[in-house]
């Protein structure tokens, strides 16, 4: 049986995000909403399989994010996927995720991400080996293409014969790098073509957007809005099973939030990391209200915890 299929459906997963989705914000984000199918931050998987200290931490998580947690791995060597694979599985990984969708220049640049995508059967012979030699479900997450979407359908159909478990698309190209509209039509067209289940990315910014998109899709993959709005999956969760949608938490709330977020992240390696990981999640944070981007300027640039709860009681005090 695919392990994906005993996961409660519809799926809700948080997108990989390189600087972002660090092990503490993914235990954040479990336990607003359980049922979060969680993956880490881009990785490299040449150098994981050089065991490069940076790297190594990144795959780093907690038993609180297994059932399920997987590695995003990124390359284009055969033999560093499968050696990586491997370290993964070591770790006790729930799952190996391909990235195929990565459109940054350095990136692609290098033969990685959604570059896969321009030889696809290069690709596909590449992603069964693998697949074969790991224990672990492999899936992808990628675009509708490089330049344009139309060879998106064979394209699927050849990852799916590769063996891979799921299969995530963002509804873009590479071309399109985050410009424009995500489209899901094609991305409903390869769903009718594809036995495995098959994930949505792109755009969705509520709960209500998530279940209009939704359709004869299996799941919804969410990434940025996430970073502003980390209950939106505790949303998504309530509209999937026809209950009410609850608000998003008071701003005090939302500060007690990010105070665990510190907490957990010093913890997890030290107090000057921690620090350094919340300046980016503070640039998406504190909006809507007056003096929300005075707030926003002083706490992309905190160096401590206490510094930081300092600017919290001063916005607590001022709103």
Not at 51 to 77: A, H
Request: proline share 4%.
């Amino acid at each position: 049986m695919n392990p994906w299929k005993a996961q409660k459906q519809p799926f809700i997963i948080l997108a990989p995000m390189a600087g972002y989705t660090e092990s503490p914000f993914r235990r954040l984000i479990r336990e607003i909403e359980p049922s979060t199918i969680l993956v880490s931050e881009l990785v490299s998987a040449e150098a994981l399989r050089r065991n490069n200290e940076k790297t190594l931490r990144m795959i780093d998580f907690t038993p609180e994010e297994k059932n399920y947690y997987g590695v995003q791995l990124f390359g284009s060597e055969e033999s560093a996927f499968i050696e990586a694979a491997k370290m993964v599985e070591d770790i006790g990984a729930d799952f190996i995720d391909l990235n195929l969708g990565c459109p940054s220049p350095k990136v692609i640049n290098s033969g990685h991400g959604s570059a896969l995508l321009k030889d696809i059967d290069a690709t596909q012979k590449m992603i069964k080996k693998l697949v074969q030699s790991t224990r672990l479900p492999v899936t992808v997450k990628m675009r509708l293409g490089f330049y344009d979407d139309d060879d998106i359908i064979t394209n699927a159909q050849k990852l799916e014969a590769a063996g891979i478990s799921a299969l995530a698309i963002h509804g873009r190209t590479t071309k399109q790098k985050f410009t424009g509209k995500a489209s899901w039509e094609k991305i409903y067209a390869v769903k009718e073509h594809l036995s495995i289940p098959v994930i949505g990315n792109g755009d969705i910014t509520s709960a209500q957007i998530a279940k209009d998109r939704l359709k004869n899709l299996d799941g919804v993959m969410i990434g940025r809005a996430s970073l502003r709005n980390p209950w939106i999956f505790r949303q998504v969760r309530a509209l999937f099973e026809g209950k009410p949608v609850p608000q998003k938490p008071s701003l005090s709330e939302q500060l007690d939030f990010f105070q665990r977020h510190a907490e957990l992240a010093t913890a997890f390696k030290n107090e000057k990391w921690a620090m350094i990981e919340l300046r980016k999640h503070f640039a998406h944070f504190l909006r809507g209200f007056h003096g929300a981007s005075h707030f926003r300027s002083q706490l992309i640039r905190v160096s401590s915890i206490k510094e930081m709860q300092s600017i919290f009681d001063e916005i607590k005090a001022t709103v």
